[in-house]
């Protein structure tokens, strides 16, 4: 039987050759969140190795004993950041996916250096000019990467996004590639189980991926 991780790497090789694009170009982030160790490891053993939380706290309950368990583990974190939480982020996580404002930029850049630990940074954007939604604004993002880079030496390596729901996402998509193309960066956070071929198309260089992948959360 076809489990749905192979099934999503399926789509996500077709997406990836109907865009003329390469393979090797584009990661899945299995988006683990309210999944338990349990579920996550049949994911490990079908050789899955990055994987998205969402909250700091659970990440920090079933990481650290999965991870001695398999090696190569790569943790994104993927929701919102409170300072206060930023040492056990940056203890946890390889790359944080939601920087998205200057105290929390120069939160990240302080504990890093106490830490002697550099995480990689993504900046999310809020690319629909959600009320609701985290993320800089379009308008402010330009001087937020110049901050970040310049003056905290961030490791600034992309962008992400969450486009507004039940909407057309590509115009989204392409915004947020048009932002990383003027600012010099190569890598997109993009795209999620509805989506993530679409996300591929317009330029995405890793999906996250959950229901997909473990079925619905409860
Ligand atoms: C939960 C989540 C995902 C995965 O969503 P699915 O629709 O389950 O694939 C991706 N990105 C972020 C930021 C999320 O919070």
Not at 60 to 81: C, F, M, N, S
Not at 188 to 210: E, F, P
Request: some cysteine; glycine content about 6%; proline content about 5%.
């Amino acid at each position: 039987m076809t489990s749905h991780l192979e099934t999503v790497r399926k789509n996500i090789q077709t997406a990836t050759i109907n865009a003329g694009r390469e393979e090797e170009d584009i990661t899945l982030v299995a988006v683990s969140k309210t999944k338990p160790s349990d579920e996550i490891i049949p994911i490990l053993a079908q050789g899955q190795r990055v994987f998205g939380e969402n909250k700091v706290q659970e990440a920090a309950g079933k990481w650290p004993e999965l991870r001695t368990r398999y090696d190569q583990v790569k943790l994104h974190l993927i929701g919102p950041l409170q300072s206060n939480k930023v040492r056990l982020a940056v203890q946890l996580f390889d790359v944080i996916e939601t920087v998205d404002r200057p105290k929390l930029a120069r939160a990240i850049a302080r504990i890093s250096r106490e830490e002697n630990k550099s995480c990689a940074c993504y900046i999310q954007v809020n690319v629909g000019r959600e009320d609701q939604k985290a993320g800089i604004d379009p308008d402010e993002v330009d001087d937020f990467i110049k901050l970040c880079r310049e003056e905290l030496d961030l490791l600034v390596e992309g962008l992400m996004c969450i486009p507004p729901a039940d909407r057309d996402p590509t115009p989204y998509f392409t915004l947020l590639k048009d932002i990383a193309v003027r600012n010099g960066l190569d890598k997109l956070s993009m795209g999620m189980s509805g989506d993530y071929q679409c996300a591929i198309q317009c330029g995405a260089t890793s999906v996250r991926v959950g229901t997909a992948i473990f079925g619905e959360r409860s």
